[in-house]
């Protein structure tokens, strides 16, 4: 395995592939040095001479600029760097040529054909609450329900999607829960949807019910606790209901342009944009030259490199809805008069990430090289095939809920740290390193720590990562669903009553 590597040309910096003792030899080219202090894994190095404000160059872009000289083979990082980001700025449309080589392989998964043409990799039954207040007795319902109906085949499993909102809230906050709920109401992953409400809730079924329009009434229904003697019973009979429309749901073959998926990073390492994160890069470009559609989202983790987005739109309209989901988001952050660019966690830190840029230059290589289509609004669904930006927050869960309401069917999620969590669709864990992939195999459903293996072909590992995920679209659990691990988390900004 290799001990370091440049990642560019033009880089300042190189990465230890392992944690080196002080004192150990360090190489950089054909030279090594003897390192005067302990380097983890994933950490920065100098390669020459480094002076006080010059740029400190990673994926051959600066990362910020050293607050003090840096001596050829000392460890850089949050001690000596500084981050060059600013405010919100004007930016320039710069159009990228793209072309994708990638042949058509005719590739298919098994999945469900939906009536309104839409595609779902699992075939649940999901009780979404309209206000939290009926999170509890929705756990019942699901109870009696599987007791009553002894198999709930070919239900493949039943989901409370639990949330804390739907009351108590205004404006934005309002709209988004709303939003959110009946983008889940209308998710293909969805065989069937009992939408259960309290009855004095702002979110009222009766608006739902309006804004969702026209829907199968076989496949979703309502019931409103306090107009009815016992809610359990009516939402039980609704479900036994459901049960039965779906009797003769089958998967079947589908074409993998029908994918939809998602790609987010948590818990990132320094070797997030030297492993996992290229890997769903090249995947992304992979299914969008096969005609399927990739979405990309945690905006705060795209400062610092969001012109390397921007000039890869495919139009002049596209590229300025780039520019304003950046700098609506820097808007956002100045508006609750918070730092704009203190991003990198804890964990980040620990991993070897210095500053924005340098998690953002690794974060966005999951969107590979592909032309950007559209961008997204929160809650809002996806309407082009191919690459497309969603506006939501780094933070793991909402940005994954913000992902399967978009309509991804599955969520690529890469991870240096290592994670539990599951959102309500399928959510897989990639991880950057072999070492927490070795430790966690109960939380990691894929090794990409792999490619920095010896002899390891990385086109061989892109092929692996296409047949497992055509694999789990056609129904192969991850380790997040055996556990049981579904949750949803929606975006709040404002005031609650």
């Known amino acids: 395995m290799k001990e370091t590597i440049v990642i560019h040309s033009s880089d300042n910096v190189a990465v230890a592939l392992r944690s080196f003792e002080a004192g150990e030899p360090f190489s950089i080219g054909q030279e090594k040095i003897n390192l005067e202090q302990e380097v983890p894994r994933g950490h920065k190095i100098a390669t020459r001479n480094i002076q006080k404000g010059e740029h400190i160059i990673k994926y051959g872009y600066p990362i910020g600029h050293a607050t003090e000289d840096i001596a050829k083979g000392t460890v850089v990082h949050t001690h000596n760097v500084k981050t060059n980001l600013q405010d919100i700025i004007n930016y320039n449309y710069d159009k990228k040529d793209i072309s994708l080589n990638y042949p058509q392989r005719n590739l298919t998964f098994k999945g469900y054909r939906r009536s309104n043409g839409e595609v779902g990799i699992r075939n649940e039954l999901w009780i979404i609450p309209s206000v939290g207040c009926v999170n509890g007795i929705a756990d019942m319902i699901i109870r009696e329900f599987e007791q009553r109906v002894g198999s709930i085949a070919p239900f493949e499993s039943t989901l409370v999607l639990k949330h804390n909102f739907g009351c108590s809230q205004l404006g ?182 210095t500053t924005l840029e340098d998690k953002s230059l690794g974060c966005t290589q999951k969107a590979g090289s592909a032309e950007i289509v559209d961008v997204l609004k929160y809650g809002e669904r996806l309407k082009k095939r191919g690459l497309n930006l969603l506006s939501a927050p780094g933070n793991d869960l909402v940005a994954c809920t913000a992902l399967a309401s978009a309509g991804c069917q599955l969520v690529l999620f890469t991870t240096g740290r290592g994670t539990p969590f599951g959102s309500f669709v399928p959510t897989m864990k990639i991880s950057t390193n072999s070492a927490i992939y070795e430790q966690k195999k109960h939380w990691i459903d894929f090794n990409a720590g792999q490619i920095l293996e010896d002899g390891v072909d990385e086109d061989a590992v892109l092929e692996e990562f296409i047949q497992y995920i055509i694999a789990v679209a056609s129904g192969k659990q991850l380790n997040h669903e055996r556990m049981n691990f579904k949750e949803m988390a929606i975006f709040k900004t404002g005031v609650t009553l």
């Open 172 to 353: 934005d906050d309002h709209e988004n829960t709303r939003t959110i709920l009946l983008d889940a109401v209308n998710h293909p992953n969805a065989a069937a949807v009992l939408v259960l409400g309290l009855g004095c809730e702002n979110n009222t079924i009766e608006q739902m019910k309006q804004e969702l329009g026209d829907y199968d009434t076989s496949r979703v229904k309502f019931v409103v606790s306090q107009q009815v003697d016992d809610e359990v019973e009516a939402s039980v009979e609704a479900l036994v209901a459901l049960h039965e429309a779906v009797r003769n749901d089958r998967r079947e073959d589908i074409p993998i342009s029908e994918l939809r998926i998602g790609l987010k990073c948590g818990g990132s390492d320094g070797l997030s944009g030297i492993t996992a994160n290229p890997l769903l890069g090249r995947f992304s470009d992979f299914l969008v030259s096969q005609g399927g559609t990739t979405v990309l989202t945690e905006v705060p983790e795209m400062f610092g490199a969001e012109t390397i987005l921007m000039n890869r739109a495919q139009d002049e309209e596209t590229f300025g809805k780039i520019v304003s989901l950046i700098n609506d988001f820097k808007q956002y952050f100045i508006d609750y008069n918070q730092p704009i660019y203190e991003n990198p966690s804890p964990g980040n830190k620990a991993g070897g990430i």
